[in-house]
């Protein structure tokens, strides 16, 4: 009898155990390798054991590990100036985690109006479908049922309404009302991207209110969609931004930007984080920097996407009972599935080429960026074989 784990039991963990990793492959402990489109749900956004990004680790290893935000850090004073610069931003605030992040950007939000004489503006409207984290704040701005059962009462404060409803926006704005929070395209809720123009309204709808516009980028930030930001697309900035995940590149990273006015609130004292910015971190996010920021990195990351969104579309027309819509934008792609995305995923599983499962019966497809042409190919070819098995069990079965 296998001895139990002393683990707790929060996570539905694959089969799978993995070893080592090489650039957008996995190596399992016996030498199978897998194609990895998952990327640590889009944190691995350089691969695995990324050379530059390694030699920065080992680098600062043999320096200094931590010191706490009671000194200064001269890594995370060259990271914000590189974020600031390279985006809408002023002011950053470093974090372990996304939904770190996230609390950073809801606490700036209200402490922004009630330096203004505003404290009873502590509303945020949020949209279904949305993930923010899994710390009760965030929970409850996602407003998920199957995440907020059996943890007491909602953390009050949020507003939610249908994701692009615009009507819905303008109804639910109260005098209580802070900000808007959105994530630009929803990764758990199913690779669903809010509309340009619908954002380019919620950017007016503040303006005219006197709220902040608050962008969730954890997972489609740093490159995902082709651009630094996905808001770099719309025509418009938010006043504060979440960040996470892929600016690490596999190390734990967040970081709240928010500009002058919209962080004018945070004074010494209001926010603090033992090991957000820590000397380690700072490395890192400075290396992922170095490679995403070079030129041609993101045009690459939209020639490879188009090979991927091509090569996905001929799959739908082959595969119409398994595969019902393509979605997302740059290398943040889904499979919105016709059977069970559950049976789809293992039988990617089955041909060595992982995916992360999503809201809407979607498979997300989450590779590192620096995925080739060839590695797009690869993994198509493969997701062709696992959904033409899908196919054959469904033509099977109706023949019974």
Known sequence: MA?????YQTYMRAPLRFERGEGVWLITENGERYLDFA???????????????????????????????????????????RLTEATFADRVFFTNSGAEALECAIKTARRYQFSKGHGERFHIITFEG????????????????????????????????????LEAVKAAITDETAAILIEPVQGEGGIRTA?????????????????????????????????LFAYEWTGITPDIMAVAKGIGGGFPLGACLATEDAASGMKAGTHGSTYGGN???????????????ADGFLEHVRDVALVFRQGLAELK???????????????????????????LLQAMRDEHILGVPAGDNVI??????????????EGLNRIGLAAEKVQTTLDTTARI
């Open 3 to 7: 001895e139990a784990s002393p683990l």
């Open 195 to 227: 509309p340009a123009g619908f954002l380019r309204e919620l950017r007016k709808i503040c303006d005219d209110n006197g709220l902040l516009l608050i962008f969730d980028e954890v997972q489609c930030g740093i490159g995902r969609t082709g651009k």
């Open 130 to 165: 949305a993930f923010h984290g899994r710390t009760l704040a965030t929970i409850a701005a996602g407003g998920q049922a199957k995440y907020l059962e059996g943890f007491g009462p909602k953390a009050p404060g949020f507003d939610q309404v249908p994701f692009g409803d």
């Open 279 to 293: 000397p380690l971190a700072m490395a890192v996010g400075n290396a992922v920097l170095d490679v995403v920021l």
């Open 364 to 377: 997300r497809l989450l590779p590192p960026l620096v995925v080739t042409a060839e590695d797009a190919r």
């Open 39 to 81: 990327a640590g749900v889009a944190v691995n956004s350089l691969g695995h054991a990324h050379p530059h990004l390694v030699g920065a680790l080992r680098e600062q290893a043999d320096k200094v590990w931590h010191l706490s935000n009671l000194y200064e850090i001269p890594g995370q004073e060259k990271l914000g100036k």
């Open 317 to 343: 027309d082959r595969f119409p009972g398994v595969i019902e819509e393509i979605r997302g934008e740059g290398l943040m792609l889904g499979i919105k599935a016709k059977v069970p995305s559950a049976e």
